[in-house]
């Protein structure tokens, strides 16, 4: 399954560069079960990084450790993005 799970506008000027973190919980890989409860399993997530989808610059493989969570209502939906300017001296 492919899915957006976030995403970040980078104003930049040309010649500018800026460092772009994303903090993503284990829960926004979660999906409903065979039993009707949303999970969250481990395993093997490729997370890609792109201009768009199909623009994908870097991949990350990541793996998921630890047993099968549960989930409830109040999950944490989404990653959390924080963007920086860079400032290189010269």
Known sequence: MVRLIGFARVPAAPGAAARVRF??????????GPDLTRIVEPGEIELRF???STDILL???ITLTGPTLVLDHTRDRHCHVTVTEEHHSG
């Open 59 to 61: 991949t990350a493989a």
């Open 50 to 52: 792109g201009a768009s």
């Open 23 to 32: 903090e993503v919980p284990a829960s926004v890989t979660s999906f409903i």
